[in-house]
């Protein structure tokens, strides 16, 4: 198979705020694409709502090849695509797959591990994952690093649910 034809997980970069609508359009085009979402709260004057919003602002993921990802510049809104060293950034299935597993999820840390363990998730749905312990407003959390993003994923975790790996 030519390297043309081969598939991968690329990443656009977006205007802001238009993920949504372009991930719309990948979808009508027939094209796998990924936009993870998050729930958060916002506050109004008059109320508080949850609201789901793009987990990585500007940033949609598609699994395609080289010549259809280059068709994709047709699309209103997409600014570019994340390159490292001149190359397109490609993601792993399995870094994929770690960013569909923290979706939708908050959890707390057990107490006796410290910042920077690497450590495992021992229980629940991402049963199995490896990351890193780090404290973030001061609070403890399980993260991921997505080197291909140079970016960390992270939630908090259940006091139980982690082990610290050598």
């Not at 609201?51 to 600014?79: A, D, Q």
Request: with cysteine.
């Amino acid at each position: 198979m030519e390297a043309q034809d081969k598939r991968n997980w690329f990443i656009i970069y977006t205007v802001p705020n238009l993920e949504k609508k372009i991930f719309t359009e990948l979808e009508r085009q027939k094209i796998k694409a990924y936009l993870p979402m998050q729930r958060v709260f916002r506050q109004w004057s008059d109320r508080k709502k949850e609201v789901k919003v793009p987990m990585f602002p500007s940033y949609i993921f598609i699994n395609t090849t080289e010549k259809v990802r280059f068709e994709l510049y047709n699309i209103h809104g997409v600014l570019r695509f994340l390159t490292y060293d001149g190359k397109p950034a490609v993601l792993t299935d399995e870094e994929i797959l770690q960013i569909m597993q923290f979706e939708n999820t908050a959890f707390s840390v057990e107490q006796h591990l410290i910042q920077g363990d690497n450590v495992i998730i021992t229980s629940g749905p991402f049963t199995g994952l490896k990351g890193k312990l780090f404290c973030r407003r001061g609070k403890q959390r399980f993260g991921i690093m997505l080197k291909s993003l140079n970016q960390t994923i992270s939630c908090e975790v259940e006091l139980d649910c982690l082990r610290k790996i050598e």
